[in-house]
């Protein structure tokens, strides 16, 4: 048995009255791999009325930023499925028609810019606006929930890729997200929580004794959810982020990188810096899709040795201010759109602030850079555990 159980498995009653609507993806799976699909079916029956999927499609086969996802039929449920990574990223009213429920189980992982919670906000504000429940399944947050990294995103940085002011690593269940919502951020809905039994806030997703599901494509292993609070930056410029090889995430390089001279130098500054709890791999890697496909790069695995200590965030934005500086003008800063967003710059959207990329290019200091990054923790009355 795993030790903890998650909200879909606590969903074991029929006591939900009235239809049901589900917004869930590949990995809304029970302990042992059902999908909650099945699941409602065979508690609901005919109540089950329409299933919503988020970013990357119900069955999370699509790649990258927008590349939509179509409404369809599903053929063997019998039941149409809304993508709310489409011409839209909130439930219409039409959609939600003849709903009094939606019930929202997303395998999030913890980092500001992973799209799920946001679809969850969104499907909030829309329940909301027209009366229907929200119940949201909780799930564990695969990098734990003791440690809070990044600065707070600000008001005006706000884009499908944090909507609302949060570190880049929150250290939340996607169910306390909501409660902040609720609390915080004034999202206003009739909310309910199924919350997790065993979930302990120092739990890796490793420790929970729960199968993994890949939630998108490209998050392949709890390793790589580890590190993605940091990695995830590069996605705002001409680095690869790994994404085309098997360890996306984990992988950071360019083909004008060479590591094995540069590994010295990357090693001493981290040590200057006091940043420990991980070891760079030098390596040549060639994706096969997305940024410098089919070219040979040069760049670091980033091993982790021990996440109790190790900043993926602090680690991966000193790694781009020393990328920026050796690379010179072949290092490029990604260019809109990004996530919908048309006006600001892709790395700015990412950390919720420009203040970084600023940093980035004066060469800033870490002390500079932990307090750009200072937050205040999050409201306690919001934890669920």
């Known amino acids: 048995m795993p030790k903890v159980i998650t909200g879909l498995d606590k969903l074991r009653s029929n006591s939900i009255k009235g239809n049901i609507g589900y917004l869930c993806h590949a990995a809304s799976v029970d302990q042992n791999l ?3 699909i099945a699941l409602l079916k065979e508690l609901f029956g005919k109540r089950f009325k329409k299933i ?19 409404h369809f039929f599903h053929p063997y449920y019998q ?34 810019v992973y799209t799920y919670i946001w679809s969850m906000i969104l499907a909030m504000e829309a329940a909301g606006e027209k009366g229907i429940e929200v119940i949201v399944l909780d799930r564990p947050n695969p990098i734990g929930g003791i440690q809070v990294e990044g600065n707070i995103l600000k008001p005006k940085f706000s884009s499908f890729v944090g909507l609302y002011p949060l570190p880049m690593r929150h250290g939340m269940t996607i169910g306390e997200i909501a409660k902040m919502a609720a609390s915080e951020w004034e999202v206003k809905c009739e909310l309910r929580i199924v919350e997790m039994e065993g979930w302990e806030r120092k739990m890796y997703f ?48 360019h083909p004008k990188l060479d ?10 500054v981290f040590k200057k810096d006091r940043l420990e709890g991980f070891i760079l791999r030098p390596l040549i890697f060639k994706p096969t899709f997305q940024k410098h496909k089919d070219i040979n790069c040069g760049g670091f695995q980033i091993h982790v ?41 892709p790395f700015d959207i990412l950390n919720g602030t420009d203040d970084i990329r600023i940093w980035v290019e004066n060469g800033g200091e870490i002390d500079e850079l932990r307090t750009i990054a200072r937050n205040d923790g999050l409201p306690k009355d919001c934890l669920l555990y």
């Open 259 to 268: 590591p094995f001279s540069f590994l010295e130098h990357l090693n001493s």
């Open 305 to 345: 040795t021990d996440r109790t200590v190790f900043e993926p965030w602090i680690v991966s934005v000193i790694f781009c201010r020393e990328l920026y500086s050796y690379l010179g003008d072949h290092f490029i800063w990604k260019q809109p759109p990004y996530e919908y967003e048309f006006h600001n710059m």
């Open 206 to 253: 490793g420790d929970t004794g729960l199968p993994w599901v890949i939630p998108s494509p490209n998050l392949a292993t709890p390793e790589a959810a580890t590190i993605y609070p940091g990695t995830v930056i590069f996605e705002g410029t001409n680095m690869s982020e790994g994404r085309g090889t098997t360890r996306s995430l984990e992988i950071i390089g």
């Open 52 to 70: 919503f999927s988020p970013q990357h499609g119900l069955f999370g086969d699509l790649q990258d930023n927008m590349i939509e996802s179509d």
């Open 34 to 36: 059902n999908h909650g």
């Open 79 to 112: 039941l149409p499925v809304y993508s709310l990574y489409s011409d839209t990223r909130k439930p219409t009213s039409d959609m939600l028609e003849g709903l009094d429920h939606i019930i929202i189980d997303l395998q999030d992982v913890g980092t500001r």
